[in-house]
């Protein structure tokens, strides 16, 4: 009996042990926090860690090298609207999709980014023309920041007359980036909430920046004055099979979650309500 007793007590003693190690395994990440494995299938939405929170601007850490910055705009239509974008760091190097949504805010974000991210940002790329994505390019800039957008972004705020077209460099169709040996992806692949409404990828973290494209969980349909409601729909299939690795979905307002926003906004627009 007293054998039996102890054996319980070794296997009890070594699943404790494992339990602990597994709970405490990780890289070291960018800003020094232990590192997480993102989730096989993302059912809810995945947990995130606010670094930093201001009246104008929040960071919230999402992966391991994939943070959310959200930022405000004032509309007519909709009130005051949160605005998602997805920062990529890796290696002292950092690319950043859509700017918040004015310069006093961006000035936040490059800060942190240099500062207590230690990293230097080598790219800004909207992901379309609308102000929740350029309104910080002019702040940008004056960082010597380079910027990158699709061809019919620049092409469309040509014609508006926005003066931030001439800081951006045009890249056709998609463009990769490398930050410390690791690649980060822009892609336009169709029309949807507007006609130059391109993604953002991130493989190592399997991070889809969906931007305005993406409808959030439950979410409404928005502003549609520049989209094409018909073509949406097969927008997002495509996006759905071109990154089919993807487990975390940012889109451009409200919550993250899986790859349920991606069904979940093509239901949304294939639904004649």
């Not at 405000?72 to 005051?80: A, E, I, S, V």
């Not at 999709?97 to 991210?117: C, G, H, R, W």
């Not at 099979?241 to 627009?269: E, S």
């Amino acid at each position: 009996m007293k054998r039996v007793l102890k054996r319980i007590k070794v296997i009890l003693f070594i699943s404790v042990a494992v339990m602990i190690v597994s709970c405490n395994s990780g890289s070291k990440n960018n800003d020094g926090s232990t590192g997480f494995s993102v989730p096989v299938e993302m059912k809810s939405d995945p947990a995130e860690i606010v670094l930093y929170q201001s009246p104008n601007l929040i960071l919230k850490k999402i992966s391991p090298h994939v943070y959310r910055h959200i930022s405000y705009l004032n509309t007519n239509d909709f009130g005051k609207v949160e605005c998602n974008g997805m920062v990529v760091v890796n290696e002292g190097k950092a690319v950043i999709f859509d700017t918040p949504a004015s310069d006093s805010s961006s000035e936040e974000l490059i800060n942190y980014v240099n500062k207590n991210l230690n990293s230097i940002i080598t790219a800004i790329i909207p992901t379309h023309f609308h102000n929740d994505c350029v309104g910080g390019i002019k702040t940008f800039g004056e960082h010597h920041i380079p910027g990158y957008a699709f061809s019919k972004t620049i092409d469309i705020l040509k014609k508006e007359g926005n003066e931030n077209a001439s800081l951006l460099k045009p890249f056709a169709d998609s463009i990769a980036f490398d930050i410390g040996g690791k690649k980060v992806y822009a892609e336009y692949v169709g029309e949807g909430h507007t006609k130059d409404n391109i993604v953002g990828y991130f493989p190592d973290d399997s991070v889809l920046f969906g931007g305005c494209l993406i409808k959030e969980l439950n979410g409404p349909k928005g502003f549609l004055g520049d989209a094409n409601v018909k073509a949406w729909p097969a927008t997002v299939l495509k996006v759905k099979q071109k990154y089919p690795q993807a487990k975390v979905v940012i889109p451009g307002h409200g919550k993250p979650g899986g790859t349920n926003l991606l069904d979940y906004t093509m239901a949304l627009f294939s639904s004649k309500k």
